[in-house]
């Protein structure tokens, strides 16, 4: 693992008084694959955006050092636009010179031949396929992703965490937030949201990490 590429210090979040977020702190290191795990409505998707930089915080800070990829759980998508029309809007925001990296993500999930289909006649999965590669196709070197196999079938799920693997081991560093806990084996390191603090848990032995199917 490398450099440290997001830190957070001591993040406090509350809605209407009620704190959700009670001072996280935590550092991601360069090719290392994380995990934030907890209960519903323990705060995960709430440390998500605060880290993307899509809340403020009502305290702390967040040290970004690399560029993003954010997926959160609200759909970016514009039912009425393409799969292409997508890819070229994000082409432009992210000023990409050609779409080469998109479409090979999108061969890999196996949807290329739904590159002319609007998304709302999309299934629930190849949309979530489509925010993937949305949030990808700039290659970012820290990516955030929240609940990010939500509506896959196992094939694709398991095509996911292979491309996690792989761009663990080019560099960049994957943080996934997920209430699975049959996940952790997958994980360099796994935080868990409790009570609105972040402890660090135990991930399963390398060896019956490598058993897994991938
Ligand atoms: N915009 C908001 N206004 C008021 N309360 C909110 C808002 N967003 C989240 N909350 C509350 O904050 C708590 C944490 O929500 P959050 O979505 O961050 O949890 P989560 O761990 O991601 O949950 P899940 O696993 O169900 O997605 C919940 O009690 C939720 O109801």
New binding site residues.
């Given amino acids: 693992m490398g450099d440290t590429v997001l830190t957070a210090h001591e993040l406090r979040a509350s809605?209407?008084g009620?704190q959700?977020l009670r001072g996280v702190r935590f550092d991601v290191e360069a090719g290392s694959l994380v995990g934030v795990v907890?209960?519903?409505?323990?705060?995960?998707?709430?440390?998500?955006?605060i880290l993307a930089g899509r809340q403020r915080p009502d305290g702390g800070s967040v040290v970004r050092r690399a560029t993003l990829g954010y997926c959160s759980?609200q759909p970016v998508l514009n039912p009425s636009l393409t799969v292409d029309q997508h890819l070229r809007y994000f082409q432009l925001a992210y000023r990409l010179p050609g779409l080469d990296r998109a479409l090979a993500l999108l061969d890999r999930f196996a949807f290329t031949d739904r590159l002319g289909s609007r998304v709302r006649t999309l299934s629930g999965g190849t949309r979530q396929k489509l925010h993937l590669v949305l949030a990808l196709m700039h290659n970012p070197g820290l990516l955030l992703l929240?609940?990010p196999y939500q509506g896959f079938d196992w094939e694709t799920y398991l095509r996911f965490w292979r491309l996690a693997d792989e761009l663990r081991a080019q560099g960049t560093a994957v943080l996934v937030?997920s209430?699975l806990v049959f996940d952790r084996s997958r994980l360099d390191r796994i935080h868990h949201?409790a009570d609105g603090t972040l402890h660090e848990a135990e991930p399963e032995a390398p060896s019956s990490r490598r058993e897994l199917a991938r």
């Fill in positions: 809605y209407r009620r959700v907890g209960e519903n409505g323990a705060g995960k998707s709430t440390l998500l955006r759980q929240d609940e937030v209430h949201l």
